[in-house]
């Protein structure tokens, strides 16, 4: 392999597996030589065009290759050098490379269907590769190989990769440490780890107010008035924090041990206390708010217009809160302006228009408001 990457140093920003149907927000492959991967790993022919880099390769490590099903959030296979045959990761020091086959016939892979080649060394993510499975030869050539390597169902791909001394040994503890890191790094679900070893994974929103922001807590609205049981415990809410299908929310120790430089919080709603209505509401509050599901802290019900923190929200105040409104809060009890809280008394929450009464409160029949809030 010839030519120069300057700086072997590596990144920690590692995207882990989705849990939603792949779209192009996901689709992507990550290493050295795409999308702001780690510059210690590169993934190599067939999967890929033949990358070009220099450093010493690191012959010693035990990879493990995971199979992940995009759409069911499952792993389907995974490889080490524990394994058999083509089926153990074996590596080759002539050609500076690890390698394991993927047998797609052993696998029952669902044509049409998005897969994620993961490959970690003792727990920490080196890179991925995300696979598109059809069913011919035709097919093959409609697959955008940008965001993903074409895979005919059926046939054989050698997996092969290369980790450079230098490589990644620490996850990022937010997703702001990975923007600051890599700013190419895209929107998408990522692993970090705000305690040590204790690892999650999370969304991360890189391309929108400044990039680095983690998704802490999200409110789909449920359908019904009964709420989300927890959700102004100030517990966790849910064990797993990537499927936006789903009410999640980390714990207020948590969020507030994230929080560094602001909080964001968006919400919308197509009908409202007043009827039909259109709310596509985004406002801030300084990282000075401790927040509580079960209270209102000083500083979260100040809110501003823009992540920069420069223009208040004249509407709204602490004071001018009311008592059952909690976490981030932006409203006049008075109903002058009710604008957010991502936390209700009762287990709710509630979004509506800045500046007036226009709101949706999930606890009265018909209304639907979905809120979503991050740190960073």
Wanted: proline share 6%; with cysteine; net charge negative.
């Amino acid at each position: 392999m010839k030519g120069k990457i300057r700086n072997a140093l590596m990144s920690f920003v590692i995207l882990f597996a989705t849990s939603v149907v792949p779209t192009a927000v996901y689709a992507m492959i990550q290493d050295g030589a795409h999308n702001g991967g780690s510059q210690s790993f590169f993934f190599l022919p067939p999967m890929v065009d033949n990358p070009s880099f220099e450093g010493i390769f690191e012959a010693t490590l035990d990879p493990l290759v995971e199979i992940l099903d995009l759409q069911k959030n499952m792993t389907v296979a995974s490889f080490t050098n524990a394994g058999t045959g083509s089926s153990k990761v074996r590596v080759d020091s002539t050609a500076s490379h690890y390698i394991v086959n993927l047998h797609t016939s052993d696998l029952s892979l669902r044509s049409e269907n998005a897969y994620r080649i993961r490959v970690s060394v003792a727990g920490t993510v080196q890179g991925f590769a995300d696979v598109f499975v059809v069913d011919s030869a035709k097919e093959l050539k409609t697959v955008d190989a940008t965001q993903y390597v074409p895979l005919l169902n059926g046939t054989t791909l050698p997996i092969k990769f290369s980790i450079l001394q230098g490589y990644p040994q620490r996850v990022p503890a937010s997703c702001k440490e990975i923007h600051d890191t890599f700013p190419s790094a895209g929107d998408g679900i990522y692993n970090i780890e705000p305690i040590p070893n204790n690892p999650i994974q999370v969304h991360c929103l890189m391309s929108a107010d400044g990039g680095g922001w983690t998704l802490v807590l999200n409110f789909p609205w449920p359908g019904n008035t009964n709420g989300v049981p927890g959700w102004t415990s100030g517990e966790q809410v849910n064990t797993a924090f990537t499927d936006l299908t789903q009410p999640f929310k980390l714990s207020d120790s948590l969020i507030n041990n994230l929080k560094t430089v602001a909080f964001r919080a968006h919400g919308t709603a197509t009908y409202c206390y007043q009827g039909p209505c259109t709310v596509d509401t985004t406002l801030y509050w300084s990282a000075t708010c401790q927040y509580s599901s079960n209270g209102i802290g000083p500083g979260c019900g100040n809110a501003f217009f823009d992540y920069a923190l420069t223009t208040r929200d004249p509407h709204v105040s602490d004071v001018t809160a009311c008592s059952w409104h909690y976490g981030l809060v932006a409203s006049s009890c008075d109903w002058a302006a009710v604008e957010m809280g991502t936390s209700h008394i009762g287990d709710h929450v509630f979004v509506g228009i800045i500046g007036t009464s226009i709101h949706a409160y999930d606890g009265r029949t018909g209304e639907n408001p979905s809120v979503q809030a991050w740190v960073k």
